[in-house]
């Protein structure tokens, strides 16, 4: 069973740092892209990172661009976010999802490109 767990979500200050892992089982993990996205209450789904095969293509939305990072260990099948310089405002489910295939560009942004997504792991921001 293809499965995707995110973890490290939590309760924080403003200007603290969290760093965010999601672990892919049941499939090769070195031939999938992934993303991740967040909610906040009483908004929509948006796109916050994504991250190529082997890193070598990322891509940021531009509220979270220079603050956080996305990167990968493929051996560990795992996808990691590091989120610094937190602020009240990234407040949310933080959701991390897979699409197997070549490299979509901007597409990547999209949440209809990507076939399996995590439970999701929240996280809170303090003022």
């Known amino acids: 069973q293809v499965q995707l767990v995110e973890s490290g979500g939590g309760l924080v200050q403003a200007g603290d740092s969290l760093t965010l892992s999601c672990v892919l089982s049941g499939r090769t993990f070195n031939d999938v892209i992934t993303g991740w996205f967040r909610q906040a209450p009483g908004k929509e789904r948006e796109f916050v990172a994504a991250i190529s095969r082997f890193g070598r293509n990322i891509l940021y939305s531009d509220s979270v661009k220079g603050r956080f990072t996305i990167s990968r260990d493929n051996a560990k099948n795992t996808v990691f976010l590091q989120m610094t310089s937190l602020k009240p405002e990234d407040t949310a489910i933080y959701y991390c999802?897979?699409?197997?295939?070549?490299?979509?560009?901007?597409?990547?942004?999209?949440?209809?490109?990507?076939?399996?997504w995590g439970q999701g792991t929240r996280v809170t921001v303090s003022s």
């Open positions: 999802a897979f699409r197997p295939g070549i490299w979509m560009g901007s597409r990547q942004t999209e949440e209809r490109v990507y076939d399996v």
